[in-house]
């Protein structure tokens, strides 16, 4: 049986790198990328609030989004998908890298100690003049804060469409997939580069890409098992009989 398969060939792995994407979280209520957006925000495409121009032209509706999606990822509770993650990163040691298309915050939640956001994390702002990080207010009134270290107008921590991904991160991943024996490829429908792109280094240098996901993706056919289940039904599976 496939998840059998797997489940050995993931136990006997020493170099371990996951790449999650929406499908992961949404078993935690929180919907995926390419979900339809509902209630206020389904007049807007993602794409249309997600990006540098929206927030020059109407920062306060941007910023609007981004707290009330702020406020969902906060009450919003990690699912045994995420756990099994983390406990995976504690059983492999430093042979494990989880690598995040996220945005949610729920993968540290469920206790990940280093998960490479590749598109960044909404819980948090950032200063784009001095770098400072801190928690993202999602309360009202829904105006973006000046820096408290140089003043200048704060934006939420993440990627949008247009914009580099975080260099750190992005070596991280692509060093991590060029040496893994196994790659997990959990809820992502592997269509945005570069991220897309990554499990294919892993079978490039003979490792085995484990794809979990109940809906084909263009990984699919390439996969070497492709598991059509739920992140938070597989990934649990795959971890049993084994610590
Ligand atoms: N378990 C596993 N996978 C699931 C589940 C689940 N319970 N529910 C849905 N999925 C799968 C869907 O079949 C789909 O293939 O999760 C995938 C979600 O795909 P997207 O909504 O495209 O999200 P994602 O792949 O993370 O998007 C990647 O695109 O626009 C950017 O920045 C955005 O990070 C996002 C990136």
Request: charged letters at 20%; proline letters at 9%; hydrophobic letters at 40%.
């Amino acid at each position: 049986m496939m998840l059998e398969r797997a489940r050995q060939r993931l136990r006997s792995a020493q170099r371990v790198v996951v790449m999650t994407g929406a499908g992961i979280s949404a078993e935690s209520g929180i919907p995926t990328f390419r979900a339809a957006q509902t209630g206020h925000w389904a007049r807007f495409r993602p794409e249309d609030l997600a990006s540098p121009d929206a927030y020059r032209r109407d920062p306060e509706t941007v910023w609007a989004w981004y707290a009330g999606r702020c406020r969902g990822v906060q009450a919003a509770q990690p699912n045994p998908g995420h756990l099994a993650m983390a406990e995976l990163e504690r059983r492999q040691g430093k042979g494990f890298l989880l690598v995040t298309q996220n945005v949610d915050g729920l993968h540290q939640r469920a206790g990940s100690r280093r998960p490479a956001e590749l598109h960044g994390n909404l819980t948090r702002a950032r200063c784009e003049s001095c770098g400072l990080k801190q928690p993202l207010n999602a309360q009202e009134p829904f105006t973006p804060p000046s820096c408290p270290h140089c003043g200048t107008v704060m934006r939420p921590d993440v990627v949008w469409f247009g914009e580099r991904l975080p260099p750190l991160a992005l070596a991280q991943a692509e060093a991590a997939f060029s040496s893994a024996h196994i790659a997990l490829v959990i809820g992502t429908s592997s269509l945005v580069e570069p991220a897309a792109s990554l499990a294919l280094l892993t079978l490039d240098t003979g490792g085995t890409v484990i794809e979990i996901n109940p809906e084909p993706t263009p990984l699919t056919p390439l996969a070497t098992f492709s598991l059509p289940m739920s992140a938070s039904r597989a990934l649990p599976a795959l971890l049993e009989g084994w610590s």
